[in-house]
């Protein structure tokens, strides 16, 4: 007995239900989403309960024992500690930068098409030119910035292979290579502040600098708030451009926890131990958007 | 009736009197905006100048460093006493040595074809996904929809191992489909296309139902015609993504006739060691094909970031 809208003709009602044609529609992507993200992240769940490994030897259920080698592992603990610094490292001026950049561009001056160019443009190398061009500049004897730094009479630096230095030229890699996508973002989000604000306030007699700490600023908080999200989760899991440009050294002192997963997985061969970390990893990610989640439901009460 | 060309209905319907707003350039000119934001005054027009194109000029540096070295000679890139202007004047050597190394081109071309499959695949597979849970009902539409957007929390480098995994285990290591199908999965392009069929007016699909037309012809005829700018966004997006996807295809394969321009570029930093002036030629070409791309689709390419790259937030 079928409800007489859902099935207007009689006869297994069941199987038509099944086979609606909403789910015939769905179905290549639930068949793709099945097969290469439920069932990886349960075998991944799985294996980390495992001491698999990329061998011959048939993996034996431990239980979790990776979990609490991995909890008194030091060295999983700096790679997530790095993780969080590079995250926090890039993030602030990823954010900054981006808005300046678009404030100044949105005013509308001439030359629109070579702002966007040159700021958007590096966004567009695929990592592994990124890593080669960044490796040359920092090149300490014949690299552009240490002759630069000379010109100009300061001090030069081992950028990648000075363990104090490593991290923040990695994070300035990362601001000139992906500032361009949270500058477009901000440039939709500048053309989309209405017109009437701004005529409103130049009734008023507002300068320019009022108008865009009480009009421009506030009107972009959201879209703020939304950008930092995004580049915090996009931060936490750099893995790209470290592993190309110090394999994540001086001394493992870059390395992040991707790295690390990378490290144990595919050149000590342990693949339960690397999926017990790639779940400790996805544990931080779940606990970052959680956190930011609430501050951002708080905010918006 | 049941024909479909009914012309009554279907012209009672002009195309133009649907919305198909969400792009389209700003409303306004930019000079209006000038006086908006920016006082008219002088000094502040100058000033902005002045430090919009210090950093136009920092930004585009790194660039300029990789064509200048691309173009000497590897002795004179190597030169830290002529570091600026080669001693011995410019050539294309380092261009074509690299080039006639034969494994450029493949790298692009691979790049290219597992991009493109990619880009088709995902961009057809969660259209069709966004329609289903816009437009139809079916038994677990709504938890399979709410898993759909918690998966856009996963990271896929934590499916790294379990996907390697998987392809040893069908022995697809070392192939396209090993390298195309884990990217295929984009259930954040899901969520964005089905908010954007929310977002469509719902008349022309009466109209077209009421002629006959089912559920194909109403998403292939009617809905994906109307979606073109948003199915453009979506699929630049996505072919961005997988163009300069590294993880993945670095894990994936081994064999250097199957890499990825990202991936393959990287063996010729370690093959040519401290020869600048042919590894900054390889970047210089690797780099080309996306900024050719975007100096003629700019507008369409901004568009895009601004609209997915939120992720319909």
């Given amino acids: ?301 | 009736m049941t024909s479909t060309e009914t012309p009554v209905r279907t012209s009672s319907a002009p195309r133009r009197a649907v919305p198909v707003r969400p792009f389209g350039r700003p409303p306004r000119p930019a000079r209006t905006r000038t006086n908006l934001t920016l006082g008219a005054g002088r000094t502040t027009r100058v000033l902005a100048l002045t430090v919009l194109a210090i950093g136009a000029v920092v930004w585009l540096l790194p660039m300029a460093w990789a064509v200048l070295t691309a173009l000497k000679s590897d002795q004179d890139a190597s030169d830290p006493l002529h570091w600026l202007w080669p001693e011995h004047g410019f050539t294309l050597k380092a261009f074509s040595t690299v080039w006639e190394r034969g494994d450029l081109p493949l790298w692009m071309l691979n790049s290219f074809l597992i991009a493109a499959a990619v880009t088709v695949v995902t961009v057809l597979v969660s259209a069709m996904a966004g329609y289903a849970f816009s437009r139809t009902l079916f038994a677990g539409r709504r938890w399979l929809f709410v898993l759909t957007v918690a998966a856009v929390l996963v990271p896929p480098q934590i499916l790294i191992v379990p996907w390697f995994q998987q392809m040893l285990t069908l022995h697809l290591l070392d192939t396209y489909a090993a390298v195309i199908l884990p990217q295929t999965v984009a259930p954040v392009m899901v969520f964005i296309l089905k908010k954007h069929f929310d977002s469509l007016p719902r008349e022309l699909e009466e109209a077209a139902r009421i002629d006959g037309a089912g559920h194909w012809r109403i998403f292939w005829s009617v809905l994906l015609p109307l979606s073109r700018p948003m199915l453009a966004a979506v699929a630049i997006f996505v072919f961005i993504g997988a163009w300069n996807n590294f993880l993945w295809p670095f894990v994936s394969t081994s064999d250097p006739s199957l890499m990825t321009l990202p991936v393959g570029i990287t063996s010729v930093k370690d093959a040519y060691g401290v020869q600048y002036a042919q590894s900054m030629a390889s970047a210089v070409l690797a780099a080309l094909p996306l900024v050719v791309v975007f100096m003629f689709f700019q507008r369409h390419i901004v568009k895009s970031v601004a609209t997915t790259g939120l992720g319909g937030q």
């Fill in chain 1, 1 to 301: 007995m079928s409800s007489p809208h859902a099935s207007p003709r009689p006869g297994l009602p069941a199987l038509r239900r099944l086979f609606s044609p909403g789910l015939l529609f769905a179905l290549p992507f639930l068949v793709l989403f099945a097969v290469f993200m439920v069932w990886p992240l349960g075998q991944g769940l799985w294996m980390s309960l495992t001491d698999r490994a990329l061998s011959a030897h048939a993996p034996s259920f431990i239980g979790l024992d990776n979990f609490t080698e991995a909890f008194r592992d030091a060295e999983m603990w700096r790679a997530l500690g790095h993780t969080v610094w590079f995250t926090v490292l890039s993030t602030v001026p990823l954010v900054v930068v981006a808005l300046g950049m678009a404030l100044l561009v949105h005013t509308g001056l001439p030359g629109q098409w070579v702002w966007r160019l040159a700021f958007f443009a590096p966004y567009l190398l695929p990592v592994g030119v990124v890593g080669l061009l960044w490796i040359w500049l920092y090149q300490p004897d014949l690299g552009l910035y240490n002759h630069l730094l000379d010109a100009l009479g300061l001090t030069q630096y081992a950028w990648l292979s000075d363990e104090s230095v490593a991290m923040w030229a990695i994070a300035l890699t990362t601001l000139w290579w992906t500032v361009g996508f949270n500058f477009l973002l901000y440039l939709a989000a500048l053309q989309s502040v209405p017109d009437h604000l701004y005529e409103a306030a130049a009734i008023d007699g507002a300068g320019a600098w009022r108008r865009l700490w009480s009009i421009t600023l506030p009107q972009l908080s959201r879209i703020t708030v939304v950008i930092t999200v995004l580049q915090v989760l996009a931060s936490l899991k750099v893995f790209d451009q470290v592993y190309l440009m110090t394999k994540g050294g001086p001394n493992n002192s870059t390395r992040p926890v991707v790295e690390y997963v990378y490290d144990v997985g595919f050149t000590g061969y342990r693949l339960g131990y690397a999926s017990a970390i790639s779940y400790i990893f996805f544990a931080l990610v779940v606990l970052a958007s959680a956190a930011q989640f609430f501050a951002l439901r708080r905010r918006e009460k």
